[in-house]
């Protein structure tokens, strides 16, 4: 009995736990007066069959994250789900393309497969999912059918790759250095670094791999130029590459390096004079010396200030007017040397001021040089361009007669002064020889009159100092000239110099270059006429070790813009070995230095850049030994960038414009470490009021 008399007329049978057959049913019925066992019951019996529950899997489905296709490296998760069963298991398999099935995770409850797909090949992959219950001994009771499938594609290729190096070139042996390259254009790059030391082939540093970093380690490598290539490709992708660097970067490690770049010497520093500071500067064994319009001021090798005088303190002029200042370092003798030129306001008495330092301690700026000047009345010695060799102090100049109200050029002078013998901290006034005079002008081979004649600062010994001038283009016969003069000073029996003419070198076609614009239509800045600047010598051993001079100027380029031209002269042989030219695009390239480093067959080549959208930088490039002629190696160093246009008192009448600018810069070597080359040039700051803005910086490169 399942439910006792009652007057309830319904019943509830909770089959649980019972088992499956075929159950009959019964129901008495009486009245509720009646004691009879039944007054009626159901006949025949209804039945009630309860069937076994089922244990089998009807079906089984997957869902892929992320969906298909995607590029070889992607994870990818499968999540299946079956019907039919209590208590589902799940076996995972795999066709890869071409090839057999297999299992990937065995019979579980786990539901989910996560599929690497790094390191697979492109193509067709074909899943499948079996299903059966907890309870079953079935190879499967459901699976897949039709197979899904995911494909694995390369996706798009890599359209370009760049990289970055931290800390950035130049740096010393020994440091290590982090190279990160980026891909565009392909969502899973791969990348491969290449590696080509100074003189040798490339090969691989690192292969193909998901890793956009390199970590170079030059510890134990040597000093020179070294090359880069990162090739980059899709995930997946067979090719060799889809995108690489080109022109391959370059990375310059420099023995004795310290990544010395630093501001100098201000407008502010002096009161807001002068315009233009006349930037030079150069490097000893223990100090930096900066000298400018109108102060001098010494630093240690890492740019700290030591100590600085106002130039005309420093040099003996008093209450003259100072300006066009140069400082040289001489090994040969082991002491500093200067010159400048001083006049009065109306320009009735003006000199040439030269001298030296008493010992190689250039730091005691009010004792410990010896000062000397040679008076020329009206006859202003302007631009005076200072160099040395083993014997002389040179100086040249070009002349202009002040006494005139149209102050014309009359010729360029050279200046001669034997050297202080070793040791020496007497002032002994030495003798001055002039090499030219209104009576007898300066010329050169073809005739023409000489313009800025350069001594060059000779940097190893060399008992003939070489004399460097571009025919200029301001001068009969005006316009575009090809023609370097070059002349040697002799050191005679009676020990007097004489001067001998070498003749002309012919060089690319050059002219006067157009003035500089500014951003915000500012004046234009003055790019000079060009004429060289400077020059530094030493003997190349690439050349078979002759003495060769390095120099350089600014002329007329491409597109209307000034551009850099440099050049390595063999003046003994009358032989340009090389010339080549720092170019921009967009921008007038102007107001350069060259020079090699000790090592005498590489140099670093500064300059100022900037045009209608760029306020100038102070920039740099190198030229390694192994460089072909004629080329500096990939990649420019920016030193320092102006804050603003140049709008100072010298861009407007009376004065201009065009604004002035350098008038030049400085470079030279490092007496101590071969491959380093230190220099100086001008950037622009905010002129208020029309008071100058400029500023200096000191810097070092290495080739």
């Not at 319009?293 to 209450?319: C, E, K, W």
């Not at 070793?422 to 030219?436: D, E, K, R, V």
């Not at 002309?504 to 157009?514: E, H, I, K, M, S």
């Not at 300059?607 to 072909?628: D, E, K, L, T």
Request: proline share 8%; aromatic share 10%.
């Amino acid at each position: 009995m399942a439910q006792a008399y009652s007057a309830s007329n319904t019943w509830n049978w909770s089959t649980s736990g019972l088992g499956a057959g075929t159950y009959t049913l019964d129901v008495y019925a009486r009245d509720a007066t009646s004691t009879a066992a039944y007054d009626a019951h159901l006949s025949p019996n209804p039945t009630y069959v309860l069937n076994a529950a089922s244990t089998t899997c009807t079906s089984v489905t997957e869902a892929a994250t992320p969906a298909s296709p995607q590029s070889p490296g992607a994870t990818v998760k499968f999540t299946a789900s079956a019907t039919g069963c209590p208590n589902p298991t799940f076996q995972f398999w795999l066709q890869a393309p071409g090839s057999g099935w297999s299992v990937t995770q065995a019979y579980s409850s786990n539901n989910i497969w996560s599929w690497s797909t790094s390191g697979l090949a492109t193509g067709t992959y074909t899943i499948d999912v079996y299903a059966r219950d907890a309870s079953s001994t079935a190879t499967f009771d459901a699976h897949i059918s039709p197979n899904p499938t995911y494909e694995l594609s390369a996706g798009p290729a890599c359209a370009s790759v760049t990289e970055t190096a931290i800390p950035a070139s130049p740096q010393s042996p020994g440091t290590t250095v982090k190279f990160t390259a980026t891909a565009t254009g392909c969502p899973n790059p791969t990348y491969q670094f290449w590696f080509q030391a100074p003189g040798g082939g490339w090969s691989v540093v690192q292969a193909y791999s998901s890793n956009n970093t390199w970590t170079w380690s030059t510890t134990g490598l040597a000093g020179g130029t070294y090359l880069f290539d990162v090739y980059a490709r899709q995930n997946g992708s067979t090719a060799s590459y889809e995108a690489h660097i080109s022109p391959n970067p370059s990375y310059r490690l420099a023995p004795g390096w310290h990544a010395t770049d630093a501001p100098g010497i201000s407008a502010v520093d002096e009161g807001f004079c002068c315009v233009p500071p006349d930037t030079t500067g150069a490097i000893g064994p223990s100090n930096y010396v900066e000298i400018i319009n109108t102060t001098v001021a010494v630093y240690d090798r890492s740019l700290n200030l030591v100590g600085s005088l106002d130039l005309a303190s420093f040099s003996g002029a008093g209450t003259l007017n100072v300006s066009d200042p140069n400082i040289q370092w001489d090994p040969r003798s082991g002491r500093w040397i200067y010159s400048l030129i001083s006049f009065t306001s109306n320009f009735s008495s003006s000199y040439v001021l030269f001298g030296w330092s008493k010992t190689a301690d250039p730091t005691n700026l009010t004792s410990g040089w010896c000062q000397f000047g040679i008076g020329s009345g009206s006859m202003l010695p302007d631009y005076p361009k200072l160099g040395h060799d083993d014997n002389f102090i040179v100086i040249g100049a070009n002349v202009y007669d002040m006494s005139k109200s149209t102050q014309p050029f009359v010729t360029a002078q050279i200046y001669a002064m034997s050297k202080p013998a070793a040791g020496s901290t007497s002032c002994t006034a030495p003798t001055a020889h002039m090499f030219a005079d209104s009576n007898h002008l300066l010329k050169n081979s073809d005739g023409s009159l000489a313009f800025t004649p350069v001594p060059t600062n000779t940097v190893d010994a060399s008992q003939n100092g070489f004399i460097v001038a571009a025919h200029t283009p301001t001068l009969a016969p005006n316009g575009p000239q090809a023609k370097i003069m070059t002349w040697h000073l002799v050191r005679q029996g009676s020990g007097t110099p004489a001067l001998s003419a070498d003749g002309d070198l012919t060089v690319g076609t050059f002219d006067v270059p157009a003035g500089v614009p500014q951003p915000g239509g500012a004046s234009l800045i003055d790019s000079l006429d060009g004429r060289l600047t400077q020059a530094v010598a030493h003997a190349d051993p690439s050349a078979g070790g002759a003495e060769a001079v390095w120099t350089q100027h600014t002329i007329n380029g491409p597109g209307g813009r000034s551009v850099l031209r440099w050049y390595e002269l063999l003046p003994a042989t009358h032989a340009v070995r090389q010339q080549g030219q720092v170019t921009n695009a967009t921008d007038f390239v102007f107001n350069g230095a060259i020079s090699p480093s000790i090592a005498g067959n590489d140099a670093v080549v500064f300059y100022n850049r900037g045009g209608s959208s760029q306020p100038p930088v102070i920039a740099g490039q190198g030229h390694s030994a192994a460089a072909a002629l004629g080329t500096l190696d990939s990649g420019e160093t920016v030193l320092a960038t102006s804050t603003a246009s140049d709008t100072d008192l010298s861009c407007a009448a009376p004065y201009g414009p065009p604004c002035r600018w350098g008038d030049y810069a400085g470079a030279s070597p490092d007496p101590m470490n071969s491959g380093v080359v230190w220099g100086t040039g001008e950037w622009s700051g905010p002129s208020t009021f029309g008071f100058p803005g400029w500023g200096t910086q000191n810097f070092a490169l290495a080739t």
